[in-house]
């Protein structure tokens, strides 16, 4: 019995410190201010289903301990970002060889942030100077792009880098409101962060800086869960954890699909 008691007090000393990092998100505070930020969000999963054409996601968050009159005076800035799982990059670049356009050059950048959706009080050169910026990865030019391995003479690095992100924009992953986030009673504010349609699954995060005079004061995080549901789940769970499989699968489906149509639409 003893044992059995031990065994659960030994387990909850485990446990407990886990919850505890699970329940206290992230944050990063500048000792220098006394103004604290705090932000949430109505759900903390978001179910992608076949018909998901994308959405629209509402933070809220207060500024406590905020100085009236610098609230009158809109020195306070908050930006809200929405990033997406890290994951490697490559960028390739097509030349046409003998009349043929193959690639001939690339270069693979360490993981970025698959998606990112930001919203701010106003634009970010009106918020903060650019090392402040970039020393956050905060906006989508300051986002660090660091290739890895050999990247040649370095010549075309700027090339790549704005091709990257001409890309990510392109394609809707990467998006930008300098005037998404709005004050809707004194330090009470509202941030409207966009999920495109081809938002990648996983876990997501929602960042919330708060600078004061264009000085930083606080940041803070809370994770946002991003999963398919029903056999859009299956699938990709399938893909992912069996992909031998799921390559037979396929093949055999489409092979299947080509039969039957030859038939339903032959000509006697």
């Known amino acids: 019995?003893?044992?059995?008691?031990?065994?659960?007090?030994?387990?909850?000393?485990?446990?407990?410190?886990?919850?505890?990092?699970?329940a206290d998100p992230p944050v990063t505070v500048n000792e220098k201010f006394s103004e604290r930020i705090d932000i949430g969000i109505s759900t903390n999963e978001i179910a992608i289903t076949s018909d998901f054409s994308g959405a629209d996601i509402t933070v809220f968050g207060a500024i406590e301990g905020a100085d009236e009159l610098?609230?009158?005076t809109f020195a306070y800035d908050v930006v809200v970002a929405l990033e997406g799982p890290r994951?490697?990059?490559t960028v390739r670049r097509k030349e046409r060889v003998a009349g043929i356009w193959i690639n001939r050059h690339s270069i693979r950048f360490e993981p970025i942030?698959?998606?990112?959706?930001?919203?701010?009080?106003?634009?970010?050169?009106?918020i903060a100077n650019l090392m402040e910026l970039a020393s956050r990865d905060i906006g989508i030019d300051n986002i660090r792009?660091?290739?890895?391995g050999g990247v040649g003479d370095g010549s075309r690095l700027t090339e790549f880098r704005e091709a990257l992100r001409r890309i990510k924009q392109a394609s809707g992953l990467y998006q930008r409101d300098p005037t998404g986030v709005q004050f809707i009673s004194k330090a009470l504010f509202r941030a409207a962060v966009r999920l495109p349609a081809n938002i990648p699954v996983g876990q997501h995060k929602v960042r919330a800086v708060l600078y004061k005079n264009n000085q930083f004061v606080m940041e803070k995080v809370i994770p946002l869960r991003v999963v398919k549901t029903g056999l859009e789940q299956f699938i990709y769970n399938f893909a992912h954890t069996h992909s031998f499989a799921y390559g037979i699968v396929a093949v055999?489906?489409?092979?299947?699909?080509?039969?039957?149509?030859?038939?339903?639409f032959r000509k006697d």
Do not use: D, E, F, H
Not at 145 to 148: A, R
């Open 1 to 22: 019995m003893r044992a059995a008691v031990l065994m659960c007090v030994l387990s909850l000393c485990a446990i407990l410190p886990a919850m505890a990092q699970l």
């Open 87 to 89: 994951a490697t990059s």
């Open 113 to 126: 942030p698959a998606s990112y959706s930001m919203s701010s009080t106003r634009p970010l050169p009106n």
């Open 252 to 264: 055999l489906l489409a092979t299947l699909t080509g039969w039957l149509g030859s038939i339903i």
């Open 70 to 72: 610098l609230l009158a």
């Open 145 to 148: 792009l660091v290739p890895t």
